[in-house]
């Protein structure tokens, strides 16, 4: 069982864990040439669309490309994945599956994180983007795709360590990180609201829910 990482409420100790679940905003990452088809079916594949390096993680693009349009009420629409499994495995067997941690419930600092970033897509194409931190060890890492949704059986594809070695030298950082900037509290406008109807009745009752 990994340890879960505790918030003490300090504004570093958030954004350092902010930093596990993005790239950091003060850096020009450096792409690895690797690309290529991950896993398929006779009808849908899993590529690997790109690869970019960080300080703190790795840039994983992903897209799947389908033979045939897909049913209106296919899962891969309505679902944020797309019936996607996504995996790493480190040279020293550390492992992570995508959209398995969250804020409330993740591993501790040594132990890999893959989140998933955002996708989006329609008919034959879709893309999805994650993120993994920390930075794989040296060695070579290995990343496993499947989708019973599509009939792609599990896959994987290595990611060489001479490829990761290389583009660590390569990531510039463009200037040290400034701390973050207290924000103001946000203060909504009155409403301009229509007198004597639902919405003078209604909106006191919900902002005082609000409220509570």
């Known amino acids: 069982m990994h ?13 350092q864990a902010r930093f596990r ?19 398929r079916s006779a009808d849908a594949a899993i590529l690997l669309a790109g690869l970019a390096l ?10 799947i490309r389908r033979r045939l ?6 899962r891969m629409h309505s679902s944020f994945d797309g019936g996607l499994l996504v995996g790493v495995e480190f040279s020293d067997g550390r492992s992570a599956v995508a959209g398995r941690h969250g804020w409330s419930n993740w591993p501790a600092a040594d132990q ?5 970033r955002g996708s989006g897509g329609g008919g034959r194409e879709w893309s999805s983007t994650l993120w993994l931190s920390p930075v794989p060890p040296p060695g070579d890492m290995v990343l496993v795709v499947a989708s019973p949704t599509l009939g792609i059986d ?6 060489d360590a001479d490829v990761l070695r290389a583009a660590a030298a390569n990531v510039e950082v463009l200037w040290p990180r400034e701390p973050e900037q207290a924000q103001p509290a946000i203060h909504q406008p009155k409403l301009d609201v229509p007198p004597g109807g639902w919405f003078e009745r209604a909106l006191p009752a919900v902002q005082a829910d609000e409220a509570d």
Do not use: W
């Not at 340890?3 to 954004?15: E, H, P, T």
């Not at 679940?21 to 896993?39: R, T, Y």
């Not at 890999?112 to 998933?116: A, F, G, M, S």
């Open 3 to 15: 340890a879960a990482m505790a918030f003490s409420g300090d504004a570093d100790d958030v954004a």
């Open 69 to 74: 349009d897909p049913d209106p009420d296919d």
């Open 54 to 63: 960080y300080t703190t993680g790795l840039h994983i693009e992903l897209a």
């Open 21 to 39: 679940f993005g790239p950091p905003d003060n850096e020009a990452p450096c792409a690895l040439g690797v690309s290529g088809v991950i896993g």
């Open 154 to 159: 599990e896959s994987s594809r290595i990611v």
């Open 112 to 116: 890999p994180v893959l989140t998933n």
